[in-house]
């Protein structure tokens, strides 16, 4: 199989993929729906997360800003939300916070001091 197929293969389930969870079916309805076997269907989507964790940055954008704010430094979620921290923080358990978001499927968006 050349190249360009099985990059086109790969888009392929990734279409499936999202459409699969906005479709609000379960796993086995989608598959039925579609024609696709269960078992093609839960190695694509272990695979494409697989691809999707070995090629997420190790770093993140940081900018610097003047030090006119209450807190030392933030990291902007990509849900929303934002985590501010002093100048006291523990850096060390910071990072284990940060590796925890992750693992859990979490994405940072930004951090900004």
Not at 9 to 33: D, I, K, P
């Amino acid at each position: 199989m050349g190249g360009d197929a099985k990059v086109e293969r790969e888009r392929r389930w990734q279409g499936h993929l999202a459409a699969w969870r906005t479709s609000g079916v379960s796993q086995a309805e989608y598959c039925r729906r579609h024609g696709l076997t269960q078992n093609d269907f839960s190695w694509w989507k272990r695979e494409i997360a697989r691809r999707t964790v070995a090629v997420a940055p190790m770093f993140v954008p940081v900018s610097i800003a003047a030090p006119s704010k209450p807190y030392a430094f933030e990291v902007s979620l990509l849900s929303g939300r934002v985590l501010r921290f002093d100048r006291h923080v523990d850096l060390t358990a910071l990072g284990a916070v940060v590796r925890e978001l992750e693992a859990a499927g979490l994405k940072t968006g930004a951090v900004s001091c």
